[in-house]
């Protein structure tokens, strides 16, 4: 991923930069007229989901594409294991507990990002950092759950360290965020390079916890910088509705804090969460990472005649006496080979099933709506129709999945029969 801020740059600052290797705090509330951004907008969001159940990741990407977020962390996942994969347009990496449906972090990139991708360190359950490639500097992004307020204080302090660990694994030149579900409270009083004068609410113990962390690796908390309605400075919302609270939070090396436009939450965006989407804008520039080409595939079920001709005749031009092994073998894959591309077409790309029927997902729109008229009730219902219409389409796919593989077992296309077994991750995944 491509970082550039764009406008002049003084030789003094320039030797400034090179003089020291860390960066003091500075002022995140004064002038920001200096610094202009750069030419392209990208957005990183994190979110809270309380489960990613039947159906709500497809719920999720959706809301993606609504509100163009290119990166998004998220939290309480409760997947069990850790790993990667593909859905749609999508590419998500997991980590989770070994076997409890606890906690779990995740990082979805769209297609638009996916390709400065350099590598994932799945570190926990709570936390895990997703590598970019850029320039001048490679860009780290790391989704961070913090314990709730009920947890014990060496809780929390594991956390900090294991994170401290990962900052420390994390290349210093590196463009660095940190988003999350902090479960802090930092309230608005402004604290100069950490945050500014547009917190919410009173700071408690948590939040005085992270505003040392910051201090000590020079971090500025961007949702705090920016004045914004109540509505979109909150993140969390008691089940009752009476309270709201800040707790999520995008983090952001001081040094880099002019690439963030903007930093607020979007209320409309619902997956059936007490906590808001948090986005924040970049002035960022994606630098396509260099990867090998994918090898195509046959289409095997359309093997011409012609194809059988070409190899024999070819086959029956071949000296084998007094032949290296070694050569024969190499003239053989050649022709086969070439004749192959000649006369065999390659095997189109298919979209994968959606299983989530529209029935499913308009109740999603109902719900969304429903949710911004703060009809709470409604919401509920909605919310609670929706996870078991998702359990029944899930079902139903399942079962189409299987009687098409006997199906095809039955005609003796084992070939098809084996891919079609080959059912998503996310179909497991999801409880």
Known sequence: ????????????????????????????????????????????????????????????????????????????????????????????????????????????????????????????????????????????????????????????????????????????????????????????????????????????????????????????????????????LYTWTSPDGQHQNQIDYVLCSQRWRGSIQSAKTRPGADCGSDHELLIAKLGLKLKKVGKTTRPFRYDLNQIPYDYTVQVRNRFKGLDLIDRVPDELWNEVHDIVQETGIKTIPIEKKCKKAKWLSGEALQIAVKRREVKSKGEKERYKHLNAEFQRIARRDKKAFLSDQCKEIEENNRMGKTRISSRKSEIPKEHFMQR
């Open 1 to 232: 991923m491509l970082l550039e801020i764009s406008g002049e740059i003084t030789q003094e600052r320039k030797k400034g930069w090179s003089q020291r290797k860390q960066y003091p705090a500075v002022d995140v509330t004064g002038d920001r007229s200096k610094v202009r951004c750069c030419k392209e907008q990208y957005c990183t969001g994190t979110w809270n989901v309380r489960s990613m159940n039947q159906g709500k990741l497809e719920v999720v990407k959706q809301e993606m594409a609504g509100v163009n977020v290119d990166i998004l962390g998220i939290s309480e996942l409760k997947w069990t294991g850790m790993g990667e994969f593909n859905s749609d347009d999508h590419y998500i990496y997991y980590c989770g507990q070994e076997s409890l449906r606890r906690n779990g972090v995740a990082m979805m990139v769209n297609k638009r990002v996916q390709n400065a991708v350099l590598g994932c360190n799945l570190k926990n359950d709570r936390m895990i950092s997703v590598h970019f490639q850029g320039k001048p500097f490679n860009v780290t992004v790391i989704q961070v759950y913090a314990p709730t307020s009920n947890a014990e204080e060496a809780e929390v302090e594991r956390v900090y360290e294991d994170l401290q660990d990962l900052l420390e694994l994390t290349p210093k030149k590196d463009v660095l965020f940190i988003i999350g579900d902090w479960n802090a409270k930092v309230g608005s009083q402004e604290t100069p390079g950490v945050t500014g004068k547009f917190g919410l609410g009173i700071r408690n113990e948590a939040g005085q916890r992270l505003i040392e962390f910051c201090q000590e690796n020079a971090l500025v908390i961007t949702n705090t910088l920016f004045q914004q309605y109540k509505r979109r």
